[in-house]
């Protein structure tokens, strides 16, 4: 039968992968110690393993797919029944109908802003539980962290909260247009970012600004982004957490969902195609309302029948702006899609920062080992709003949402972690809250001081050579705006914090105006 999606148990602890053949798994487990495996989800698509130096000749190492009747890539079968049909999905959603399907709809029923729940599907991944407590298994060992890097994640994640709470004042007072927030979701970004190398490709969405600052982007270079001075090196054309950095491997935010799926596969391509840099991969951010668009389809196979160096990051925190995930597919989640594109597929407890780390370190060095591309799943509830345009308590109870505030927090898990090792202290918790508030005001306070890029400049680098007419007659008109009431508020206002105060455009207004 077709390949089985997942293999081990849920909320198993894992220390290393589950071999893709029969043959390999039997080898391994009596090799293995008592502790559970990391567990990819594998599809019927199996490739020879190969190293770092061979990856560019991965291609030439595809297995037969079963296209042909002399070479199938299952066995054939000749009844078509339910029990046909229910072991394909097994591992996917419950069988509608079954008792169990309709337990769990009874339990649900109402509830259309739960995340979407897996049956007896896929399992999760995880390694402490909604405390901080090791789970059943796991050993101080398998986490493989020291003192100082649970201290830096924990300080980092701490420090997500305060710089979306100040921006997000800082939409509220007109002193920027717009802020999207990742509340809920520190661990999931910041495990995976601690677990990548430094020269590792990032495509992110807009929620992943956690990993810019993970990987030491200047405050004031951020800043300069979000309140568009001429310091920002897209020079203010971008809205605001639209972040990019060249020299942190950071690819520029776009706004449209899942544009940057396609685009991180063609940059694992180039990956795969430069000798120089076969250990490092390309890891893309993605929430689970982009996945709905065709972009992650084709983004997806693109990088699996190219076998490109890609890591997939998949956050599924429940909702689509306002879409729960409920309405937005039938299926288990994410993961139960990675299998049909031939990508081996985790999913993994989003709120455990130690389980993420864990899973995505596995899964950079199985990139490298097999020249194939990985899809994670990571399970978390996004506890703020969609953006500062949307107030979800119209579509989510508040109680629902401070439920997960209380029952499962990242920061609270880590932290718990932390302080029972006495790594951490209340008084360092308040120290370092107090520390990164201040750090955030006063790198807002030299932003706002600063220039913003003369007007002139936004209809520049658009083409090259001669300007269209039509940008000619656009630049026209607002410098006709500029003359006729660049002296009265708030245009004045506005226009003194440019640079050249909109006098550049003096020399493109029309002579009949």
Same mark, same amino acid.
């Given at each position: ?11 198993? $602890? ?60 299952? /066995? ?27 337990? $769990? ?57 305060? &710089? ?78 639209? &972040? ?5 491997? =950071? ?5 449209p969902l899942a544009t940057q799926i396609p685009q991180a596969a063609g940059a694992a391509y180039a990956l795969k195609r430069t000798p120089s840099r076969q250990n490092d991969i390309v890891v893309c951010y993605f929430g689970e309302g982009a996945a709905s668009e065709g972009d992650f389809h084709a983004g997806v196979n693109m990088a699996s029948t190219l076998d490109c160096p890609i890591l997939f990051i998949a956050?599924?925190?429940? =909702? ?44 950079? #060095? ?6 194939? /591309? ?42 718990? &972690?932390? #302080? ?21 005001? #006063? ?57 050249? #105060? ?12």
């Amino acid at each position: 039968m077709l390949a089985r999606l997942c293999a081990g148990n849920a909320h198993r $602890q894992c220390s290393a992968l589950l071999p893709l053949s029969a043959a390999a798994a039997e080898t391994s487990a009596s090799a293995t110690s008592a502790a559970a495996r990391l567990a990819f989800s594998t599809s019927a698509y199996t490739p020879k393993p190969s190293t770092s130096a061979s990856r560019r000749s991965a291609s030439q190492q595809r297995v037969d797919h079963g296209h042909l009747p002399n070479a199938p890539s299952s /066995p054939y079968v000749h009844n078509l029944d339910d029990a046909f049909f229910n072991e394909v999905r097994a591992n996917t959603v419950l069988p509608p109908g079954s008792a169990a399907a309709l337990a $769990q709809s009874a339990d649900t029923e109402g509830d259309h802003d739960e995340v979407a729940r897996p049956g007896t599907g896929i399992p999760t991944f995880r390694l402490i539980d909604g405390v901080g407590k090791l789970l059943e298994g796991v050993t101080e060992e398998s986490l493989n962290i020291t003192r100082e890097e649970a201290r830096k994640i924990y300080s980092t994640m701490l420090f997500l909260p305060a &710089f979306d709470l100040i921006l997000s004042n800082a939409q509220r007072q007109g002193r920027i247009s717009f802020m999207m927030t990742s509340a809920g979701e520190e661990a999931g970004i910041i495990g995976s970012a601690s677990a990548l190398g430094p020269t590792d490709e990032v495509f992110t969405q807009y929620r992943e600004s956690g990993v810019l600052i993970w990987r030491g982007c200047s405050l004031d270079k951020m800043m300069a982004q979000v309140f568009g001075t001429e310091d920002d090196v897209c020079r203010a054309r971008q809205m605001p957490i639209h &972040f990019g950095s060249t020299d942190h491997h =950071f690819h520029p935010i776009s706004s449209p969902l899942a544009t940057q799926i396609p685009q991180a596969a063609g940059a694992a391509y180039a990956l795969k195609r430069t000798p120089s840099r076969q250990n490092d991969i390309v890891v893309c951010y993605f929430g689970e309302g982009a996945a709905s668009e065709g972009d992650f389809h084709a983004g997806v196979n693109m990088a699996s029948t190219l076998d490109c160096p890609i890591l997939f990051i998949a956050r599924n925190n429940g =909702f689509a702006i306002s879409t729960p995930s409920t309405e937005q597919f039938k299926g288990d989640g994410i993961a139960s899609r990675g299998p049909g594109y031939g990508m081996d597929t985790l999913r993994v407890d989003g709120n455990d920062v130690f389980a993420v780390r864990a899973a995505v370190r596995a899964a950079k #060095q199985r990139i490298i080992d097999t020249s194939r /591309p990985i899809l994670l799943e990571l399970m978390s509830y996004r506890v703020g709003h969609h953006s500062t345009s949307d107030d979800s308590s119209a579509y989510r109870s508040k109680d629902r949402v401070e439920d997960w505030k209380r029952l499962d927090n990242p920061l609270h898990r880590m932290r718990n &972690f932390c #302080q029972d090792r006495g790594w951490w202290s209340d008084e360092e918790e308040e120290s370092t809250k107090k520390a990164h508030r201040t750090t955030l005001l #006063q790198a807002i306070q030299r932003a706002e001081s600063s220039m913003r890029p003369s007007i002139s400049s936004m209809f520049e680098d658009v083409y090259a050579g001669e300007m269209p007419a039509s940008l000619q007659d656009q630049r026209a008109e607002l410098a006709r705006l500029i003359k006729m009431y660049g002296q009265h508020e708030p245009w004045a206002k506005e226009l003194a914090k440019h640079r050249d #105060q909109g006098n550049d455009l003096d020399n493109f207004a029309r002579k009949d105006t």
